[in-house]
């Protein structure tokens, strides 16, 4: 078994030790739904990590006997196991290899100590930890082989929160049958962003695209707050049916505090389309590629990250299945014959509508 | 912007164009005894066919095309809301009225007969146009039959021994009676099929743009679209031809510019001879093509102007020999087809649709290839034949005296020219002088002075009162006319709209480069590598120069326009209909050609 491993290159036997959350961010990169580049740290790096530091006994030591009833008693020994785990020493080439991998991101992306997210990967759905899943921990903007390493620490260790502790006490279930695996992630840095509907959200046409975008972060589009660039896209020819390029007043960018800011943009930056044709194509695809995988209309996020090279630069967030057009059955047909249509097509021709 | 077009009445006749009515049968040009119908009406200019002035003969295929079109929908099958197109010649251009029925009752009533008859048709489609590609090629055969030969001196010495009874005279006055007929009929052939295949296809469109209303008209014209079209024989042929050429290598034979000199070389070499025999077989018939709509007596013809063709043939040898492969992705043409049915059909929520869709698309694909290829038998290759018998008929009367070129002709209007036969058949009967040229060419010159000052003239696209909204579905899809495209002219007439141009998003693609404006056929040659072609119309025998285009803008034509069909095959971003591309680009300008949304914007 492998101790780090990219998101789309697991093998079936791997999956296990991935993590849900990481295997599915394989699937999608694998189904032609790019999403930020990054990496596994595996189960199987945490429990050699466990195994070689030596340190089990005195984990098992410290939870011996807890009272889960106990309030102070459970802070106190879960405290303690976790400054155990933020300090174990990782035997190598447990360290080597997450450097290595990190390294090898900075260089694909092209920027030294590329920002990333590092977050706890639940393994499986049924497997004990799977109750604490949402509150593992997630650590944003993290730069530099060291502070990737002291926070895949930290996704550990938060194996062992109090409540994660207590509950596997109430259970039965050991503590050290637990297992974690890490996602090491690119930050996205969003030139622009948006949403995307595998629908025109205006009349249910299943035949189209349709692309809200906005410069910068994609907070502005989803919560309405930016009026955004609106494009039509034809899902099987491809063509761009209708623009609507707004005055797009501000933005949400990114500040060199690292966090997100609202800025307000010059004039002549309101009017520019937030995309090229290419970037607009390009976005369509990776829509139409996640309804295409999960079998109905979708509701995607979406972001251009300006590190990520022109051509695969758009990325996926999140997708949802579209609820509102979705749900209804359309019936254009009349069942008339062939005859029938024809005689009403000439008697009331659509086509002569003005558009 | 101004709620209509200039009545009919109110257009002046240009300088030097007095007169001008008399070159048109009477029942053609705008009068004073119909005027309360002619000024209520909407007259659009039918630049798609005949984008310049007529001469009086050529207005023969005009009015012939518009009463059998008409006679069809009004007579034929009952068409429920439509009856014909009006038609008629103003200054020299044609304009053209769709003629609605406007009691509802009466559309009701049309209904049933039309069940019935346009039914037959539909549900023996395959089986009746099998038959009429055997009565077109018939109808061709008897055409080239018709003989036009001077009268001779004296009698040939059978038509005594054989006690015919009759002479040289009374056949050749019949020749051209014949020859007005085969007319005629080519014409009503022309249209048994036309307007069913344009219903059967609206229909398609129709409820495809009802289920996926923004679905661009090019995707459902794409689902349709047959592969292997005869319309695109020529250039396949010509393509054949320069690959024959240089695997046989004699390709050098057409570094002569000069055709007679190609063919010298040539007959010289066996491989010549041998290449000169494919040739022949080719051009019979698929080199009656036309440079222009064959709507005029002055289109070339390939087949008598082989520099045309040949110079096709050296430009496709040049990239052979640069190792481009000429052939058409027929594989991938139909894969790619296939995929964009299967994908919308994908798209549909319920199988209900699924089902009407397959139905209609199964009918749109039925009555397409007639569609398609019915233009090159009628007014290519039945036009070539027509305009060379005419002409074999000014031969005569030219070497009788009468004009001073065999191209004369076609300033007489059709019923003018037995009265000029008779003239010389009778002085030729009796022995003396007909009237003959002292008569016509007088007249002529003064009709060539008329046709000039009108053709200095320029034709507004439409007259009259523009209906509330454009519902006859032919001169929608025929002409590409629709309430946006009255809507246009309206504002343009005002002089305000000078940025960018509009028409229909004919051929996918966006490009920017400079402009090459040219109004006829015999301007393609001017055509440089990398420029962007505005033309009032192109013709499909353009294809061989579209290798050197990055686009193609046309003033008039919808998206079944013949341009917009062959821009689709050849992958060349087109705008059509744009009504002022012509006027208002200039040769050498940058402009921005958006296939995609049908836009044309200048750029410098």
Known sequence: MRNVIWFDTFSADERACLGGKSASLGELMNAGLPVPPGFAVTTHAFRSAREGSGVVEAIRARLDGLDPSDVHDVTTRAAAVRELIMSWPLPEPIGAEIRAAYQQLCEQIQVADVPVAVRSSATSEDSPDASFAGEHDTYLWVRGGDQVISNVRRCWASLFTDRAVSYRVEMGYSHLDVEMCVAVQKMVRPRAAGVAFTLNPGDGDRSTIAIDSAWGFGEGVVSGEVTPDNFLVDKVIGSISRRTVSAKTHAFRLGDDEQVHRVELAPEEQREPSLTDDEIAAIAKLARAAERHYGCPQDIEWALDEDLSDGANVVLLQARPETVWSKKKVVVSTGADAMSSIVSTLVNPLYARKS | ?604
């Open chain 2, 1 to 604: 912007m101004p709620d209509r077009f200039p009545s009919p009445f109110e257009i002046q006749t240009p300088p030097g164009a007095e007169g001008w009515e008399q070159l048109y049968t009477y029942s053609s040009v705008f009068s004073e005894d119909r005027r309360e119908y002619e000024e209520g009406g909407f007259w659009f200019q039918d630049g798609v066919h005949w984008p310049e002035v007529l001469t009086p003969w050529d207005a023969t295929f005009y009015e012939y095309a518009l009463a059998s079109l008409s006679q069809y929908n009004t007579r034929h099958y009952l068409i429920p809301p439509a009856l014909g197109v009006d038609f008629r010649i103003l200054n020299g251009y044609a304009y053209l009225s769709p003629v609605g029925v406007a009691n509802p009752a009466e559309v009701e009533a049309r209904v049933p007969h039309f069940l019935e008859r346009a039914g037959f048709y539909f549900q023996n489609w395959d089986r009746l146009y099998d038959d009429w590609l055997v009565k077109i090629r018939a109808l061709v055969k008897e055409m080239s039959e018709i003989e036009a030969e001077p009268l001779p001196e004296k009698e040939p010495i059978d038509v005594v021994t054989e006690g015919r009874g009759t002479g040289s005279g009374l056949i050749l006055q019949e020749s051209y009676h014949k020859l007005l007929d085969l007319a005629l009929r080519l014409w009503q052939y022309h249209f048994e099929f036309l307007n069913l295949g344009y219903a059967a296809y609206l229909d398609f469109f129709g409820f495809l743009k009802q289920a996926f209303p923004s679905i661009p008209d090019l995707a459902i014209a794409k689902m349709v679209a047959g592969v292997d079209v005869d319309l695109f024989r020529p250039d396949e042929e010509l393509k054949k031809l320069a690959r024959l050429a240089v695997e046989s290598g004699v390709d050098g034979a057409f570094d002569a510019g000069n055709p007679d000199e190609v063919r010298d070389t040539l007959r010289a070499t066996p491989a010549g001879q041998a290449w000169l025999e494919q040739w022949e077989q080719a051009a019979e018939p698929w080199f009656n093509f036309s440079n222009g709509s064959g709507f005029y007596h002055s289109d070339r013809i390939w087949i008598e102007n082989v520099d045309i063709p040949f110079g096709f043939i050296r430009d496709y040898i040049a990239k052979v020999k640069e190792g481009a492969d000429l052939a058409r992705p027929i594989a991938a043409l139909h894969a790619e087809r296939d995929r964009i049915v299967a994908e919308y059909r994908e798209l549909f929520s319920s199988d209900e649709d699924r089902e009407a869709f397959d139905q209609k698309l199964g009918l749109a694909r039925t009555v397409f290839p007639y569609v398609e290829n019915h233009n090159f038998y009628v007014e290519h290759w039945s036009h070539s034949v027509l305009w060379r018998k005419m002409r074999a008929f000014g031969d005569v009367l030219t070497k009788a005296g009468f004009f001073g070129e065999a191209d004369d002709i076609f300033l007489l209007k059709r019923n003018e020219v037995p009265d000029a036969l008779w003239d010389m058949y009778s002085a030729w009967a009796v022995g003396t002088e007909p009237r003959g040229g002292k008569y016509w060419r007088p007249e002529i010159e003064r009709r060539k002075g008329i046709r000039a000052a009108l053709r200095e003239w320029s034709a507004p696209p439409a007259l009259g009162v523009p209906p509330e909204v454009v519902t006859e579905p032919f001169t929608v899809m025929l002409w590409g006319i629709t309430s946006d495209s009255v809507a246009g002219w309206l504002r343009a007439s005002e002089g305000s709209d000078e940025g960018e141009l509009s028409g229909f998003a004919a051929s996918p693609g966006v490009v920017e480069g400079p402009a090459r404006v040219i109004f006829g056929a015999d301007q393609i040659g001017e055509v440089e590598d990398g420029e962007i072609l505005v033309a009032p119309l192109t013709a499909p025998s353009w294809a061989p120069i579209f290798g050197k285009l990055l686009g193609t803008v046309t003033d008039v034509g919808g998206m079944m326009s013949h341009a917009a069909i062959v821009c689709r095959e050849y992958g060349l971003p087109a705008v059509t209909g744009t009504a002022f591309g012509t006027s208002r680009i200039k040769t050498g300008q940058r402009i921005r050609l958006d296939g995609n949304k049908g836009t044309v914007t200048p750029l410098d």
